[in-house]
């Protein structure tokens, strides 16, 4: 328990803070897949909504034609204001590609067609649907900051679960990149990405001017993409973080197809990007080494902090995903963000349409 504040506004928990906040005027999205649906979590989190009651639930959702009514039907159940966006329906690739915006699909590309449908809501907020923990306390929490001023929140909470602690990703990739660059470069959006306690948390919320303007990473990238665009955007003075508590998510696995090893890498590009965007052109090499020693640390600080806790902490394992994750250490991948709604030709009155004629294609 503590009160630091960093360089931006820092909200904390003390008890069980539940604070008022606009939800009759928030759009909230949901990004989910096939596998997401009618899971546990997932059951947890639109349950919870039920009694947050959001002016509008936005299920940004992608899977194939064969599981879209079992989803429809399933969100149906809740009594909450949903509406299913089937972000793969073909139709809705179609417009994608007519407008030249077709290219890989992932979740950051499911929730750039949510923000667009939900942007003409005064605010939005955006959080998976694999926590285990969520309670309807999470969006009030998100939401406070934008009533008081701010334009931008992040939640931030402790990965702690089965007696070990996780978020690996950030703890031993983001975590000890963003010391690196520290160490390295003096430059306001490095000082930005380094006040957020968990810069990879999916949970966020923003006015409705911001979603529209937000640039989208179209997969894995799109956590810390946001944050570079809230940098571009509305900078330190209105932006926020706001404590979650502990949260229990599922787990990836380091190798493999959509492992954190891949993870890592669109994780990389996207912060290189938003450094590039913001003239920030690092020597990757130096990066890379000066990362590894930072990294090194941060497993001992981590082995230390686990043992004071009593938890199990495996320090060779760790070294070795530092091993995996250094190798994403490299210059950005080619620019494939999704444009601000504002500069897209696209209509998000013309998604939805497309999302709900292909929904009743699919459920007939």
């Known amino acids: 328990m503590e009160y630091v504040q960093e360089r931006v506004t820092t909200l904390h928990d ?11 005027r928030t759009t909230v999205v949901v990004p989910m897949t096939e596998r997401d649906h009618a899971s546990l979590a997932a059951e947890r989190v639109l349950a919870a909504l039920e009694r947050v009651d959001p002016k509008r639930v936005v299920v940004a959702l992608r899977a194939t034609a064969t599981e879209v009514g079992d989803v429809v039907s ?3 159940e809740f009594d ?15 417009l994608l590609a007519d407008a030249g915006l077709d290219g890989n699909a992932g979740k950051g590309r499911d929730v750039w067609l949510a923000l667009g449908v939900a942007a003409d809501s005064e605010y939005v907020v955006v959080h998976d649907a694999d926590a285990k923990t969520y309670t309807e306390a999470h ?17 931030y909470y402790a990965r702690v679960e089965n007696n070990r602690l996780y978020g690996r990703l950030f703890r031993l990739f983001y975590a000890p990149l963003v010391r690196a660059l520290d160490a390295l470069y003096d430059d306001a959006i490095v000082d930005y990405f380094d006040a957020f306690r968990y810069g990879l948390a ?19 990238g799109l956590e810390v993409g946001t944050l570079g665009e809230a940098f571009r955007l509305v900078g330190f003075e209105r932006s926020a973080q706001v404590d979650l508590g502990v949260h229990e998510h599922d787990h990836r696995s380091v190798g493999g197809p959509q492992g954190l090893g891949d993870m890592c ?28 020693t ?3 640390r941060l497993v001992d600080q981590y082995a230390a902090d686990a043992g004071f806790n009593g938890l199990t902490h495996d320090r ?33 009155a013309d998604v939805l349409d497309r999302s709900r004629a292909a929904i009743a294609d699919a459920t007939e």
């Open 14 to 24: 003390f008890g069980d803070a539940t604070p008022t906040a606009p939800t009759g």
């Open 74 to 76: 399933w969100v149906s």
């Open 80 to 94: 909450i204001d949903a509406e299913v966006l089937w972000c793969t329906a073909p139709r809705v690739e179609s």
């Open 139 to 155: 969006v009030p929490k998100l939401l406070f900051p934008l009533a008081n001023g701010h334009e931008f929140s992040k939640g």
């Open 202 to 220: 999916g949970e966020f919320a923003v006015t409705g001017d911001v979603a529209r303007q937000v640039r989208a990473q179209r997969s894995w």
């Open 265 to 292: 890498r669109e994780v990389g590009s996207a912060l290189f990007r938003a450094l590039a965007d913001a003239g920030v052109d690092p020597s990757y090499d130096d990066l890379a080494t000066e990362y590894c």
């Open 294 to 296: 930072q990294a090194e």
């Open 316 to 348: 060779a394992a760790e070294r070795q995903q530092v091993d995996t994750y250094v190798e994403a250490i490299e210059p950005p991948a080619e620019d494939c963000r999704l444009p601000a709604w504002v500069d897209t030709p696209l209509s998000p």
